[in-house]
């Protein structure tokens, strides 16, 4: 299982996955541009001493990512979306792609991956999207669960 984070611009949200992604043996793929330097102080902190267990590979843009990325099924993530994340039936490779925590994935990911666009829905109607860190660890214990990993 793998996660993605496309453009991320808080610290905390991407140190936060990676805590998620060294507990759930989960690989985790930043792609550029990043709001922030890998070796901001809120990044580090937020992972904790769990970055050397989290297999993290960085990729400047989207065009890089797709070119060296692992193999496995695109499947993406947005308040834009319309099919609820439990509709997907998750494999072992599965890739699961979350944009920024401000602009959400760009919008030629989003048409690009519109066949496998998904959301997490939500009942309150004054947010507008959940936390990005939050997001992925729904949507990545819901994989587990189905894979009994759980």
């Not at 043996?25 to 001493?49: I, M, Q």
């Not at 401000?102 to 066949?115: E, F, S």
């Amino acid at each position: 299982m793998h996660i993605v984070f496309v453009e991320p611009e808080i610290p905390p949200n991407t140190g936060t996955t990676a805590r998620l992604c060294a507990a759930t043996n989960t690989s985790f793929h930043l792609v550029g541009p990043l709001g922030f330097s890998l070796e901001d102080r809120y990044l580090k902190r937020a992972g904790l001493d769990y970055w050397p267990y989290v297999d993290v590979r960085y990729y400047p843009y989207w065009e890089d990512f797709l070119a060296r990325r692992p193999p496995g099924r695109l499947l993406a993530f947005s308040a834009k979306a319309m099919r609820p994340y439990t509709q997907v039936h998750y494999v072992d490779d599965d890739l699961l792609i979350f944009g920024s925590e401000t602009r959400g994935l760009p919008d030629h990911i989003r048409t690009a991956l519109a066949d496998s666009l998904y959301t997490i829905p939500m009942q309150g109607t004054h947010v507008r999207s959940l936390n990005l860190a939050n997001a992925a660890a729904i949507v990545l214990y819901e994989a587990l669960r189905q894979l009994g990993r759980a």
